[in-house]
């Protein structure tokens, strides 16, 4: 009985002291992510689509005909490493105005947090048929190329610093697959992880504005040369793992 009460009164001064030392608020917020789009630094809405006015690293000049992605496992990281899950996945759609925003009502602390994310699937989540929405959005890989979703779809035209034409570009990211022994077929996972540091939520209600710049798809640290690398980049192993390097610059607060 003595050891029980010591214990309990170890316990109630931990308790108590905690609670002096940080002063916890526990409750529901409103919480609002907006994932902003621009070229490095002008917004990009849909009324910029089906326009060749967007200039590369590499002097070529692009339009935006589609940009939609797959963003997963989309959570709040304290400095404790405490997650709290926001939404398991959403198809970003610019053209169509679509998971520009979402808001959420969830119990969270107030805290200092990163925002993270995965941009695609990982593989454990990318399976093939999983998600329905996703299926009947044509966001399928097709089988010979290893099936699951795409990560990206972004389409558009371009004129070249050598030519006055315009020419169609798809810059599809997925999973990277190298096809050249159908012996030894390999993969490799090009999804990434994307943490955003140093968020403080407080209060009833908190925003957190994303950007995205469509830009540094092109750039850093692959300047990327439409002329060469325009279409069929989807069995083009070396290619997804370029858009996999430059993609990790594409998102910041």
Not at 32 to 42: A, L, R, S
Not at 105 to 123: A, E, M, V
Request: glycine share 4%; hydrophobic share 40%; aromatic share 14%.
């Amino acid at each position: 009985m003595t050891n029980k009460i010591f214990f309990f009164s170890l316990l109630i001064l931990f308790l108590y002291s905690c609670s002096s030392n940080e002063d916890i608020t526990i409750q529901n917020k409103k919480l609002t992510v907006n994932f902003i789009h621009e070229w490095d630094g002008t917004l990009v809405t849909k009324n910029d689509f089906n326009v060749v006015k967007f200039a590369t690293e590499d002097k070529d000049t692009i339009s935006i005909e589609r940009y939609r992605y797959v963003l997963s496992n989309i959570k709040l990281v304290d400095n404790s490493s405490f997650e709290t899950p926001l939404l398991d996945y959403m198809l970003i759609d610019l053209g169509e105005e679509q998971n520009l925003s979402f808001t959420i009502d969830k119990l969270i602390l107030d805290r200092t947090y990163t925002l993270n994310f995965t941009f695609g699937f990982t593989d454990a989540d990318n399976t093939d048929g999983a998600y329905a929405d996703l299926n009947t959005t044509n966001f399928n890989v097709p089988q010979m190329l290893g099936g699951g979703y795409h990560y990206m779809q972004f389409d558009g035209k371009f004129i070249s610093a050598t030519t006055t034409t315009p020419a169609g570009f798809n810059y599809h990211a997925i999973r990277a697959v190298n096809l050249t022994d159908p012996a030894n077929i390999i993969y490799r996972d090009t999804s990434f992880e994307v943490n955003l540091n140093n968020i403080v939520i407080t209060g009833n209600e908190a925003t957190i504005d994303v950007k995205v710049n469509i830009a540094e798809w092109f750039k850093n640290p692959n300047t990327w040369d439409l002329d060469v690398l325009n279409q069929m980049l989807m069995p083009n192993f070396d290619a997804q793992v370029e858009m996999n390097s430059n993609g990790r610059n594409v998102f910041s607060l």
